[in-house]
C-alpha cells in the first residue's frame, strides 16, 4: 500500500533542527520566535550552522536584555496611554 509523506525541504529540516537544538539548549518558544525574527530581519540564514557564530550562553544574555528592555518599553507606553487617558477627563 503507498502512503502519503510530506515532502519537506532542506531548508524545513534545518529550520526544524535548529528549533530542537536551541530547546535543548533551554530556550523557550519566546526565545524562539525572538531569535527566529532576528535572524529574518538581518537576513540570516536560521540553522544550527549560524549558532556556531556565536556562545549560547551570551545569546540567553543578550535575550534576557532585550526581553527586560521589551517589558519596560510595554510598560512606559501603558503609563503614556494612562496619562493620555486622565489628562483627557481632568480637562
Known amino acids: ?3 502519503l509523506v510530506p515532502i519537506t525541504t532542506e531548508e524545513e529540516e534545518e529550520e526544524e533542527e535548529a528549533y530542537n537544538f ?4 533551554g530556550f523557550d518558544n519566546e ?11 538581518e537576513g ?3 540553522c ?9 550562553e551570551e545569546m540567553k544574555d543578550d535575550l534576557k536584555n532585550y526581553k527586560n ?19 483627557g477627563i481632568c480637562r
Open 48 to 56: 544550527i550552522k549560524t549558532f556556531n557564530a556565536i556562545s549560547i
Open 44 to 46: 540570516v540564514k536560521f
Open 22 to 25: 536551541l530547546i535543548n539548549e
Open 1 to 3: 500500500m503507498l502512503e
Open 69 to 87: 528592555k521589551s517589558a519596560f518599553k510595554k510598560c512606559k507606553k501603558v503609563f503614556v496611554n494612562l496619562k493620555i487617558s486622565i489628562s
Open 31 to 41: 526565545d524562539l520566535k525572538i531569535i527566529k525574527d532576528h535572524y529574518d530581519k
